[in-house]
């Protein structure tokens, strides 16, 4: 809720002070606002601003973005992204895009411009295109934007997830209104594309009772695409997982795209498999590797400490703990009362993660070597999606 809380009372300013230009542009030029500050714009499909370093200076870091035709396009100096811990937030009808300094981290060249793109239809469908140096798509798995949408529902808040490209975003997480706020839409962005609100339905199990300590993040994982039934309308809560099913889970949960081309497949992993291509993309991003003889095991249940290392690996990976790596660091570990039986390689996976608070382990054990059920991953998940909604 801190998010809604920090955006809301500007988004209700916003749609208060917000006066759309009127129309009959030019066929060189237009004029858009910027904090309520007239600009002329260059006029191609998108109304264009490139911003000089002092006017955005003098603009602050929130831009409050204004277009008659609904429609905007705005850069600013390339220089700007320095990978510092400063951002930029867009705000338009809305939605707002928070913008990192960190936004081209990775990236195999630094382009010489970047152009965002935003173009609103019936006040809720955002277009996202993020361009660089005038010919290419933005996209970085090392380095996300964040989405924001204002968006009031009764609906079931388990169903509700922001949508992009009609399917819907599996980390996106809905946070209900008050009397003061309107609800909001939280998720990360990745790429650009067309973002809006989507209800999804989700399962109801006929093995998972009404008061079942894991249906509501069942729930949400199946309105997501993430976790399906075992079959027969079953969900089979207390069958314990293979390292298959997981990755598979975990990738459909961090939902990011992975280029595999070059990347040797494990022996023992099928190509005909369904997780077959969830394992090439998490070796390729270094969330699992194999034994001593090089199998990844697919079939084998997996240990509540493997499960966390993978997970453990997936946020570092995705760089999505930085502002955390020196207070991991530096906090002593959580004292589980059986601690000792951690091995040593998931050690710091397990520090990292009771640290955010994805695994609280039970009356003080961690249970390390036991096999994780669907019900346990089903929620860790969960908890996952939902750390992550508060991590930038």
């Not at 916003?14 to 030019?26: A, W, Y």
């Not at 819907?168 to 650009?192: A, E, H, I, N």
Request: hydrophobic fraction near 40%.
């Amino acid at each position: 809720m801190k998010h809604a809380r920090r955006f809301g009372a500007l988004w209700l300013c916003l749609s208060l002070v917000l006066t759309l230009l009127p129309l009959g542009l030019s066929a060189s030029a237009a004029t858009v606002s910027i904090n309520d500050i007239p600009f002329t714009a260059t006029n191609d499909t998108y109304p264009k601003v490139v911003l000089s370093q002092a006017q955005l200076n003098a603009l602050s870091n929130e831009l409050v973005l204004s277009s008659p035709t609904d429609r905007i396009a705005i850069e600013w100096p390339v220089s700007w992204y320095d990978g510092s811990d400063e951002t930029i937030q867009l705000l338009f009808h809305n939605y707002a895009l928070i913008v990192p300094a960190t936004m081209l981290r990775g990236l195999p060249q630094t382009p010489s411009s970047v152009c965002f793109k935003l173009g609103v239809t019936n006040g809720i469908l955002l277009t996202l295109d993020i361009v660089l140096d005038g010919n290419r798509s933005w996209y970085n798995h090392n380095a996300p934007l964040k989405l924001l949408l204002v968006y009031d529902t009764n609906d079931y808040g388990a169903r509700v997830a922001m949508s992009k490209n009609g399917k819907p975003v599996p980390r996106s997480l809905y946070y209900p209104g008050d009397d003061d706020f309107y609800g909001q839409l939280d998720t990360k962005v990745y790429s650009g594309g067309s973002f809006a609100v989507m209800s999804s339905s989700f399962k109801s199990f006929n093995d998972m009772a009404a008061k079942h300590w894991a249906q509501p993040a069942v729930q949400l994982l199946n309105a997501r695409d993430i976790v399906r039934g075992t079959g027969g309308g079953n969900f089979s809560p207390a069958k314990s997982i293979t390292r298959g099913e997981f990755i598979t889970m975990l990738m459909r949960t961090l939902a990011v795209t992975v280029d595999t081309s070059g990347v040797a497949q494990f022996p023992d992993v099928p190509s005909n498999q369904y997780y077959a291509p969830h394992v090439l993309a998490a070796k390729k991003l270094g969330i699992v590797g194999g034994d001593s003889a090089g199998r990844f095991n697919p079939n084998a249940r997996i240990k509540r400490e493997e499960l966390f290392a993978m997970l453990s690996r997936s946020i570092v990976t995705l760089h999505m703990d930085d502002h955390l790596s020196q207070y991991i660091a530096t906090t002593p570990r959580e004292p589980f009362k059986d601690w000792n039986n951690v091995s040593a390689y998931a050690v710091p996976h397990i520090h990292r993660l009771t640290l955010l608070g994805i695994v609280n382990g039970s009356k003080g054990l961690i249970h390390p070597q036991q096999y994780t059920t669907r019900a346990e991953t089903a929620q860790v998940l969960a908890n996952f999606i939902n750390v992550d909604a508060s991590l930038f």
